[in-house]
């Protein structure tokens, strides 16, 4: 794996992501540490949940030979679909800022901040990285596209995991409840203002962070 990540010029980033996600965790523990709580331990759970969709694309980009099985690619990037919302879903965890905390609120900004932006460059980078791969088959204007729908699948993804409760792993353990929520919200879309509102809303945001995030990627100031 290492070799391959030289090879493949991904070393620096992912010891980047890697110092990221440390300095992240070490918070998480300092925080523990000084309130006597493990009320934030949950972060770095949902921090690898977002980590799964990058490691997945990165191994498929570095894999000539897996690219060449539809079956591979297909299974790994429905995997993906499923883990991606988990990328952003991190921002909603604001939601549980609160002044009765055992730790000052600044500090749990800062934490869940911290959390929240590892997690979305962990998701910029796997959509990054599945655009690579789709430029062997599609135009840039399709690619584009279809970016901005996989962001507000995202932004549907966050909804029914902040709102529904649902998990990633939910579709095999009760994938008739989780499709009948799904398949209600969309036959039904006037019965489920909110579901929509979360779904444009958080999708127009994520949206605007990536392409913002692959602008300044690609035009790189002095």
Not at 124 to 152: D, G, H, R
Not at 172 to 197: A, E, Q, S, Y
């Given at each position: 794996?290492?070799?391959?990540?030289?090879?493949?010029?991904?070393?620096?980033?992912?010891?980047?992501?890697?110092?990221?996600?440390?300095?992240?965790?070490?918070?998480?523990?300092?925080?523990?540490?000084?309130?006597?709580?493990?009320?934030?331990?949950?972060?770095?759970?949902?921090?690898?949940l977002a980590f799964v969709p990058w490691l997945f694309t990165?191994?498929?980009?570095?894999?000539?030979?897996?690219?060449?099985?539809?079956?591979?690619?297909?299974?790994?990037?429905?995997?993906?679909?499923?883990?991606?919302?988990?990328?952003?879903?991190?921002?909603?965890?604001?939601?549980?800022l609160s002044h009765n905390s055992s730790m000052p609120i600044w500090f749990d900004l800062v934490l869940i901040l911290s959390f929240a932006w590892t997690g979305l460059l962990y998701g910029f980078l796997s959509l990054w990285n599945l655009e690579e791969l789709m430029e062997q088959f599609l135009s840039k204007k399709v690619i584009t596209a279809l970016s901005v729908f996989l962001l507000f699948v995202s932004g549907f993804g966050i909804y029914i995991g902040r709102y529904l409760r649902w998990n990633s792993w939910d579709i095999l353990h009760h994938p008739t409840k989780l499709m009948g929520d799904i398949g209600d919200r969309l036959i039904n879309p006037f019965d489920h203002t909110r579901t929509w509102g979360v779904t444009v809303f958080m999708g127009l945001f994520l949206a605007m962070l990536y392409f913002t995030f692959k602008f300044l990627r690609k035009n790189r100031f002095n």
């Amino acid at each position: 794996m290492y070799a391959q990540l030289i090879k493949n010029n991904r070393l620096q980033i992912a010891l980047f992501m890697g110092v990221l996600s440390i300095i992240c965790f070490g918070l998480s523990l300092f925080r523990m540490e000084y309130s006597g709580t493990k009320h934030f331990l949950f972060l770095n759970w949902n921090l690898f949940l977002a980590f799964v969709p990058w490691l997945f694309t990165v191994i498929l980009t570095m894999s000539p030979n897996l690219q060449k099985s539809r079956l591979a690619v297909f299974g790994m990037l429905g995997v993906w679909l499923l883990f991606f919302p988990n990328a952003s879903y991190i921002l909603t965890d604001l939601f549980h800022l609160s002044h009765n905390s055992s730790m000052p609120i600044w500090f749990d900004l800062v934490l869940i901040l911290s959390f929240a932006w590892t997690g979305l460059l962990y998701g910029f980078l796997s959509l990054w990285n599945l655009e690579e791969l789709m430029e062997q088959f599609l135009s840039k204007k399709v690619i584009t596209a279809l970016s901005v729908f996989l962001l507000f699948v995202s932004g549907f993804g966050i909804y029914i995991g902040r709102y529904l409760r649902w998990n990633s792993w939910d579709i095999l353990h009760h994938p008739t409840k989780l499709m009948g929520d799904i398949g209600d919200r969309l036959i039904n879309p006037f019965d489920h203002t909110r579901t929509w509102g979360v779904t444009v809303f958080m999708g127009l945001f994520l949206a605007m962070l990536y392409f913002t995030f692959k602008f300044l990627r690609k035009n790189r100031f002095n």
